[in-house]
């Protein structure tokens, strides 16, 4: 078992430009989350998804932030128009239930 | 809506002294209450849960946390802490339905 895989590890955008993050949740979860992590905030939810669809998006800024679960071997977490304040670690993790969390290594978004 | 606070940003102590980290929640009903985590350069990691029954829970490497509902607390406790407990570690709050809610972290600094 791999674990969560959440790619790529790093990215760096110019602002302005639009970035893409995917994670691969761990086979037989039903449910993915998505959590943002920095310095400042600590870790803020996001998003997440149960058996593919939406289940509560209440931590996604309303502007720029997207994420999808298309099926359930990925989800996408998009945002349009990266700004500096973007910048953090992104987290992905995927569970059984709403329970115990499995976490990715993460995404670090550097947006110049 | 649930929230969790950690009111200590760092913590400090040597090793092989006792270590608590504290942690207040604010939660409605019965809350499903975790510790997670976080190695330096690893991904969250779960170190205990409680859900219900026995208020004091017992975690891997030596760790333990206490329910407190009248004071709405979940402290974390280790009798005596070592330097490879240096990482930053994270409550959380959550039910049967939504996704945990992460208090800020603390950053426990073991000194030799």
């Known amino acids: 078992n791999a674990g969560v895989i959440q790619t790529p590890r790093h990215k760096v955008t110019g602002k302005g430009q639009e970035a893409t993050l995917w994670c691969e949740p761990i086979?037989?979860?039903?449910?993915v989350f998505w959590y943002r992590q920095t310095i400042v905030q600590g870790l803020e939810f996001l998003t997440y998804?149960?058996?593919?669809?939406?289940?509560?998006d209440s931590g996604m800024p309303k502007e720029r932030f997207s994420a999808q679960m298309p099926n359930q071997s990925h989800s996408t977490l998009k945002i349009q128009s990266t700004q500096p304040q973007d910048s953090a670690v992104y987290l992905c993790?995927?569970?059984?239930?709403?329970?115990?969390?499995?976490f990715g290594s993460g995404t670090r978004l550097t947006v110049l | 809506a649930q929230s969790v606070t950690q009111p200590d940003a760092r913590v400090t102590v040597s090793e092989g002294a006792s270590l608590q980290l504290r942690c207040k929640y604010s939660y409605s009903g019965t809350p499903y209450l975790f510790w997670y985590v976080q190695y330096p350069r690893q991904g969250l990691q779960l170190l205990l849960k409680y859900y219900s029954g026995d208020p004091v829970v017992q975690g891997v490497n030596g760790f333990e946390a206490e329910f407190i509902k009248s004071n709405s607390s979940f402290h974390l406790r280790k009798a005596s802490v070592h330097w490879s407990d240096s990482a930053v570690y994270f409550c959380?709050?959550?039910?049967?339905?939504?996704?945990?809610?992460f208090g800020a972290g603390t950053k426990l600094s073991v000194k030799p």
């Open positions: 993790a995927s569970s059984l239930d709403v329970e115990t969390l499995y």
């Open positions: 086979s037989g979860h039903s449910a």
């Open positions: 998804f149960r058996n593919q669809a939406p289940i509560d």
């Open positions: 959380a709050v959550s039910d049967n339905n939504n996704a945990p809610r």
